[in-house]
């Protein structure tokens, strides 16, 4: 177990921070968590994310990868309060994971890399975290890097996000020589060695930086008074404020997002984290003073403030499956008091659970506790029926918390088991991991009868793979999945379809006359049925429609479903004795692929609406891209230093666009793609997909055969 982690207290929801550390990918989030902990004690060294130990990064695909995948907790204590951080992923496949642990906090501490400044993914995590109305601050993290240079990033921070974000940290020394702070509230300077415990040494100002400091700090003064009539008053009256009524107006401020203190650290070499600590304890602000959650009680919206006062109710925010723990659950107290072995009712399900060994995280261990307050976070393994997005409560007080809405996957692939018996423990595998990645769809193509993993990208399909050979011993092939095409017509026809067999006895015989027309795309199919006269009975006319609706499935040119045609049925004969359903199903067939030879048949393909955000530098490059994927660029925004571009493109050609976005833009941009909607395949690609159609349609005979 950590050091530090069975010396945790009960804490009330005043003295509780709930705090998710957000940011762009490789902004140090990790190694902030990881130096946070070792100042508090919680760990006995110092941990980095190259060396696979870090605090919140256990999982092995994240030691592996070097990356945040999932979200970790840390539970600290500093100056009597309990600071939960979260570590949220930076990677842009992975926002999923940033809104479900966002909907824990009150608050998010925006870490900025000191070298590239804000990048896309900051953005984006931003907007998630003003969404649910936190607290927010910035940390320039990295300063001892080489380039890293304080003023200019806090001018990306401020050609962002305004002028709202204010420095309250200025740095002593810059890149290798970065050693220290300035306070700009307390206008004291704190030195420290690099790579020790993080306690700093205070001392006098540097007179090289004094001016500078005077003149950050009453730029703060001017911030802070700006935001509340009274501070204003006695600034015009002062010329200053005192640094108790600077702390009083900063905090109000922050909750009402009125103004984005802006700090400075470097969690590698440990400078500046116990000022930082600081900080989070005595700015951000505590559960019991957040804004009321809209809920629903019995079918009506209700309000409900985090309180430790009534019953018990909790929120389920994140499920880890644990290969030996089984299912554990991460929740969070809402109101009341949890207490160990106490049995609540799953709100969506109506189940039972018992809460049984409940503790609080830090990292992959749970320390156990004996009760949980409104506000905590915590975490209980082996629950029956509770998953991601699930609200518990006692008998009487069955309120549902609203559950995040994700993202819709935007990429799937084929998946198939390598063995047979790794095919008999796949279902089991991702049914376990679909427990913890609600992004993730699992499903099987009706069409193509392939298994299909959708997620957010290639990688994130990748790692689940993976995942299940490390997790459950299972081995899998991904390949990309077979493009769901349609067929189509372009022209009409008016065919005669008549089936007649005699075997001896009884025959058979249908004959039906159709006229076979276009619609508009996505109307699929019409039949009209226009036989007067009784020259086909009644009841062998959806027979008719049955069997040409068989031989479309089937397809013409290619095997893949025809759609949007109109069919009438304007006249045909038949026999007293011979006729019958099949019959005449027969010979809806037949006037099908009669019809289907002479309404000049086209192949259709799925467009995609596809969504990038990147930096502006690569705007040309992307659209210069998409023009080579047969897309349409339909709109571009620019928002601050983000580029974002809206184009058309072919699912055929977007496949490999995650790996080819990250190459071309370093990893700086993301994208997300939804279907739109179905348009003709030009005939060159068209006659290469027919070509493949037909030779794997001959490929299968010959098996068979």
Known sequence: MNKGATKLKLYDGNDIRNIALIGHLNSGKTSLASALAYTAGVTSRLT?????????????????????????????????????????????????????????????????DGVAGVEVQTEKTWSIAEHYGLARAFLINKLDRERADFERTLESIHAIFGRHAVPIHLPIGKERDFKGIIDLITMKAYLYTPNSDGKAKEVEIPADMAEAAQQAHEVLVEAVAEG??????????????????????????MREGKVFPV?????????GTDQLLDFLADYMPAPTKHAPIKAMLNGAEVERKITAEGPVTLFVYKTVADVFAGRVSYFKVMTGVLKNDQHLFNVRSGTDERLAHI????????????????????????????MTGDSLGEKGSLIAYPAVKLPEPSIAYAIQAKTRNDEDRMGNGIARILEEDQSLRFYRDPQTKEFLLAGSGQQHVEIIC?????????????????????????????????????????????????????????????????????????????????????????????GFPVVDFKVTLYDGSYHDVDSNEMSFKMAGRKAFRLAMEQAKPALLEPIMNVEVQAPVEYAGDLMGDFNSRRGRVSGMDVKGATQIIRAQVPIAEMLTYQNDLTSMTQGRASFTMEFDHYDFVPQQQADKIIAAAKAARTGEEEEEE
């Open 466 to 558: 993976s995942k299940l050979k490390r997790r459950y011993n299972v081995d899998v092939e991904l390949r990309a999945p077979k493009i769901a095409y349609r067929e189509t017509i372009r022209g009409s026809a008016d065919v005669h379809g008549r089936h007649k067999k005699q075997t001896g006895g009884h025959g058979q015989f249908g004959d039906c006359k159709i006229k076979m027309s276009p619609l508009a795309r996505g109307e699929k199919f019409q039949f009209v049925n226009d036989i007067f006269g009784g020259a086909i009975p009644r009841q062998f006319v959806p027979a008719v429609e049955k069997g040409i609706l068989e031989a479309a499935e089937r397809g013409f040119v290619a």
């Open 263 to 271: 700090l400075c650290a470097a969690a590698l070499t440990n400078v």
């Open 228 to 253: 509340e009539d009274e501070l204003m008053e006695e600034f015009f009256e002062t010329g200053t404020l005192p640094a108790e009524h600077i702390r009083d107006g900063l905090l109000e401020e």
């Open 359 to 386: 503790g609080v995280l830090q990292g992959k261990t749970i320390v156990p506790a004996t009760e949980l307050r409104a506000g905590d976070l915590g975490a209980v393994a082996k629950l029956k029926d509770t």
């Open 48 to 112: 980095r994310v190259d060396e696979g130990n870090t605090l919140t990064d256990f999982d092995e695909e994240e030691v592996s990868r070097k990356i945040t995948i999932t979200s970790g907790v840390a539970a600290l204590e500093w100056k009597k309060t309990k600071i939960n951080l979260i570590d949220t992923p930076g990677f842009n496949i992975f926002t999923g994971e940033v809104q479900q642990a966002l909907v824990a906090a009150e608050a998010a501490l925006v870490v900025v």
